[in-house]
């Protein structure tokens, strides 16, 4: 069974650090896209980073420089490095992956979903 479990996620000031982790399972570790979504209270869901099967990585333009997604380890997990956190980064962030070499912006193109760890950054 597929499975994607974040976790890391907490409450910071402005300016600290959080490492957000996502645990897959050994059928989407086999090479596929993944990626970072968040979503704020009452806000559409957006896309925040991916990064593909061959670690090709990107970012939305109000994270660049400040977050770092990566893959490391025997077990694939999927992190998440927050550097320089604001309070416009609270939301709940999800971890998802999708069964393609390509990755998309569009949350729809995406097969598998975590269930989200909430993000708190107060200023």
């Known amino acids: 069974q597929v499975q994607l479990v974040e976790s890391g996620g907490g409450s910071v000031q402005a300016g600290e650090t959080l490492r957000l982790s996502c645990a897959a399972s050994a059928y989407i570790r086999s090479g596929y896209c993944m990626a970072w979504f968040r979503q704020a209270p009452g806000m559409e869901r957006e896309w925040v980073a991916s990064i593909t099967r061959g670690g090709g990585t990107n970012y939305i333009a109000s994270v660049k420089g400040r977050f770092t997604i990566s893959k490391a380890g025997a077990e694939g997990t999927l992190y998440l490095q927050m550097n320089s956190l604001k309070p416009e980064d609270t939301a709940m962030y999800y971890c998802?992956?999708?069964?393609?070499?390509?990755?998309?912006?569009?949350?729809?193109?995406?097969?598998?979903w975590g269930q989200g760890t909430q993000v708190t950054v107060s200023s």
């Open positions: 998802a992956a999708r069964t393609g070499s390509n990755c998309y912006v569009a949350g729809t193109m995406y097969n598998y």
